[in-house]
Each structure stands twice: as C-alpha cells, then as structure tokens.
C-alpha cells in the first residue's frame, strides 16, 4: 500500500536529550513536510522540502533539525533547544509544486512527552 | 502565523442534522483545503477547491468559497456519529510564495450524537 510512515507512535524524551523522528513515504512524493500540533491547536510548520537534499524553515523551526538525503525519507531532530517539545508531530508529502497546491498525504503522527 | 479561522470552535448536534463550518483566511490564496482528522491521528483530505470556484461537491460535503469576504464554508449533510472528528481548513498563498506549504486554522470540534 502507498501511503506515508511515521515512527514511533509514542516516544518519551528526557530533558536535555536529542530525539528523531521518523518520517518515511512511498508515494513517490518530492515534497515533505513537518507540522507540530498542540492540544486543541491546528497546525504549525515546522520545516519543510521541497526536493533532496534542500529544506527550509517553516513557522516554528528553532529547536528542530531535518535531513533530506533521500526522496523517500525525511526524519525530524528535536534538539535540547527545544524548550517545550511535548505535542503531536505530523509528517507529510505532496507531490511538487507546480503553481498551485495538491492534497497532501498525512501520516498517523508520533505523540513526543518529555519526562 | 494562522491564516484561517474555523468558526464555531466546537459544535454538536444529532445524527441526521446538518453541520456547518465556517474559515476566514486573512491573505489571497490559490486555493482552500479541508482535512479532518479523528482524535490522535492524522490528517485525512477531503475536498479542495479553487480560488476560482465558488462551490465544490463530493458525496455529503458541500463546499463553498467567497473570495471577496475571504470566507469558506464546509457543510456536511446528513452527518453521522462517524463524522465526528476535528475539520480544519487549510490554505496556501498567491503563487510563487507558498511553495506547497499549507496554512491551518484551529480546527472545529464536529460531535454528532446518534
């Protein structure tokens, strides 16, 4: 099945300590995305790319690393610079850009908690 | 920042009442997105409609877009205690700025009782 991975569901971080998240997708998409999601909250970007090996800061990134090495793949680092990282965290992809948006593709999200 | 702004924050009604949910946005868009997504999981698509439609079917949903107000609406009809979940508008802006990136309201809380 095509679709959009995120791994794992829950996660708990220790403060001080660096996590990653896992984003992977199938769907032959350039373009990834991650949105943070607060308790009854909408969205927020936190960096986004386009294409590999290039990214660029969404909204909300201090804090926050990405990689984009490979198409299918694009994980998410929340740094010890991140001072309240606990809240849901969405992967997404699209397909390019081409002048107007397409839907984007979610995955089930992974739920962080520092304790 | 958040472009759009769902309106009511929650609501609630019965099984076989219609819902209706309201977004203003603050800024030109191509076009208008509606998601939903059930409580911890992720974002679902439902329907996208164009700067230059006003209105969009698709099965029970009907979507309406004023450019001029800046305002969109998504009514489900017929609604069932499975539609409830949160709905969130999403937006992008005028070409050449948004590069696929999309703007969130808040959401509306949708639950219907059976």
């Known amino acids: 099945d095509g679709g959009i991975t995120q791994s794992p569901k829950y996660l708990f971080r220790k403060e001080g300590q660096n996590v990653t998240l896992s984003c992977e997708q199938n769907l032959n998409h350039d373009a990834m995305y991650w949105y943070r999601q607060d308790p009854g909250q909408g969205l927020r970007l936190i960096y986004y790319s386009q294409i590999v090996n290039d990214f660029q800061k969404g909204d909300i990134a201090e804090g926050y690393s990405v990689s984009r090495e490979k198409k299918e793949s694009f994980p998410l680092t929340v740094t010890s610079a991140q001072k309240n990282p606990t809240a849901f965290y969405l992967c997404?992809?699209?397909?390019?850009?081409?002048?107007?948006?397409?839907?984007?593709?979610f995955g089930q999200g992974t739920r962080l908690t520092v304790v | 920042s958040q472009q759009g702004e769902e309106d009511p924050q929650a609501l609630s009604i019965q099984e076989g009442e219609n819902a209706t949910m309201n977004c203003s946005y603050k800024?030109?868009?191509?076009?208008l997105q509606w998601y939903r997504q059930n409580s911890g999981r992720g974002l679902v698509h439902l329907i996208l409609i164009r700067s230059n439609e006003r209105e969009k079917h698709s099965g029970r949903l009907r979507v309406t877009l004023d450019t001029s107000k800046k305002s969109s609406s998504l009514l489900i009809t017929a609604s069932r205690a499975a539609d409830t979940a949160s709905y969130f508008c999403?937006?992008?802006?005028?070409?050449?700025?948004?590069?696929?990136?999309?703007?969130f309201g808040q959401g509306t809380i949708l639950t219907v009782h059976p």
């Open positions: 999403a937006t992008d802006g005028p070409g050449g700025t948004s590069y696929g990136k999309l703007t």
């Open positions: 800024t030109s868009i191509n076009n």
């Open positions: 997404a992809s699209s397909a390019p850009w081409t002048g107007v948006n397409t839907e984007a593709f």
